[in-house]
């Protein structure tokens, strides 16, 4: 039996279809993902447990397992396991009353799974620029920001920083300053799960926390999502609302409504064999990232995402910088040189102010930063599976690219 925890073709499908490989004249040579899942061997045992004890339903022993896991991971006492990320994000609105209308504040510079949930429950999205030194929310521009939105008397509800590509927000200044106002704050740090500030463990400090286990995230359950806080209450009552608010009655009683955003304990088995594995992940990441600055550090004109020194990054994603006037080349013409031989990279996240969808949203700060991270910005191959001959093609290629 052959194990496939694959669910997008973006992440790397399946090992042995065609779709797996790019065919040369007279060679085959297998394409090359961005971040691809990685087993760490204990999967299928955790798997075969599972069904033999014939708990594969969203209940069971594996559930409160894993869940116990990612509180050992990520230091939170209370962990909620839903179906996605985004199921966890959209349950954080929830439980802190999101309304209709009401103004939630995260960085441009994300995915949008980040406020899509809080779009479709009829909130205002206002987009906040990012800090050059870590590519995540400003604090800076949220200070000024938030004292501007007390001056008109229209706060916030909440403000949702992102961690980006493994990187923690600087969670310490954007707590302090939301503390100012009682504007609470969920952490979306789904790209992050290992991941430091200020010596403590990505998301903590914020009311909520969400961490993803997508396919491509450093650790996977072929997909999943958590809800964390040190508040058992809020966690709880995510628990209620993602089983679909059935109150304690025989007879199915609903004093409102909820979802159906169970994690299936066979997924919850994948979960808790990967996250045995975080430590490891971790610095292959950080070991990639670094290769890639060893072979690249000599172009002019190509730099690399910065880590600041208040921050310890998982180097998700090893991203780098490509300024067409001293490389000679743009961002593009690098993206599809690797594409064409099988290697595939993808520009940083487009900010989320230049989306169609959030049109008219408005912006903190100018967005210059994030514009031009999305202008010049490639993320590259990161997978921790990925083979030092495999590297040094993509390294070999981006050379390449180079007229210097
Ligand atoms: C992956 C991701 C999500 C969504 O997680 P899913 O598990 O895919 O739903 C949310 N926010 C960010 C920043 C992400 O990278």
């Known amino acids: 039996m052959s ?13 042995g279809t065609d779709s797996a490989v790019i065919r040369f004249p007279g060679k085959a040579v297998p394409r090359l ?13 955790a798997l075969r447990e599972t069904l033999d004890s014939g708990w ?9 397992a894993f869940e116990a896991a990612v509180s050992r991971a990520t230091g939170f006492s209370h962990v909620a396991a839903v179906a996605s990320g985004t199921a966890a ?6 439980v802190l009353d999101l309304a209709p209308g009401d103004e939630v504040w995260t960085s441009t510079l994300t995915f949008v799974a980040t406020i899509a949930p809080a779009v479709q429950m009829g909130a205002t999205p206002r987009f906040l ?22 001056a008109r008397g229209r706060l916030p509800r909440m403000v949702v920083p992102v961690d980006l590509y493994g990187q923690c927000a600087d969670l310490e200044p954007i707590v302090a300053a939301c503390d100012r106002w009682g504007v609470p704050v969920m952490s979306d740090s789904a790209e992050a799960l290992g991941a430091l500030h200020r010596g403590r463990q990505a998301g903590a400090g914020a009311r909520l926390a969400v961490f993803s286990f997508n396919g491509n995230k450093i650790i996977t359950a072929g997909g999943g999502g958590v809800l964390c806080s040190e508040d058992e209450h809020l966690v709880a009552r995510a628990r209620f609302l993602g089983s679909q608010a059935k109150e304690t009655a025989a007879h199915y009683q609903h004093e409102t409504t909820g979802y159906s955003y169970g994690l299936s304990s066979v997924l919850a088995a994948v979960g808790l064999a990967q996250l045995s594995a975080l430590d490891s992940r971790v610095s292959a990441r950080r070991a990639i990232f670094q290769r890639y600055v060893t072979g690249l550090h000599d172009l002019p004109g190509l730099t690399f995402m910065p880590e600041p020194a208040w ?16 490389f000679g080349a743009e961002r593009e013409a690098v993206r599809r040189a690797l594409e064409l031989i099988g290697i595939e990279s993808r520009p940083v996240w487009k900010p989320l102010h230049l989306q169609p969808a959030f049109r008219g949203a408005s912006l903190f700060g100018n967005a210059g930063v994030a514009t031009s991270l999305f202008e010049r910005g490639l993320c590259l191959p990161s997978g921790s599976g990925m083979e030092p001959a495999q590297q040094a093609r993509v390294i070999e290629a981006i050379r390449g690219c180079w007229r210097g």
């Open 3 to 15: 194990l496939n925890l694959l669910p997008d073709p973006e992440f790397g499908p399946p090992r």
């Open 33 to 45: 993902h961005l971040s691809p899942p990685h087993l760490a061997g204990g999967e299928m045992e």
């Open 56 to 64: 594969v339903a969203p209940a069971g022993p594996m559930l409160p």
């Open 89 to 94: 994000l959209h349950l954080g609105y929830r």
């Open 129 to 150: 620029d990012v800090d050059p030194g870590s590519w995540t929310m400003d604090p800076n521009v949220l200070r000024t920001a938030l004292q501007a939105a007390a």
């Open 311 to 326: 921050g310890r990054s998982t180097r998700w994603l090893s991203v780098i910088m490509i300024d067409p006037h001293g």
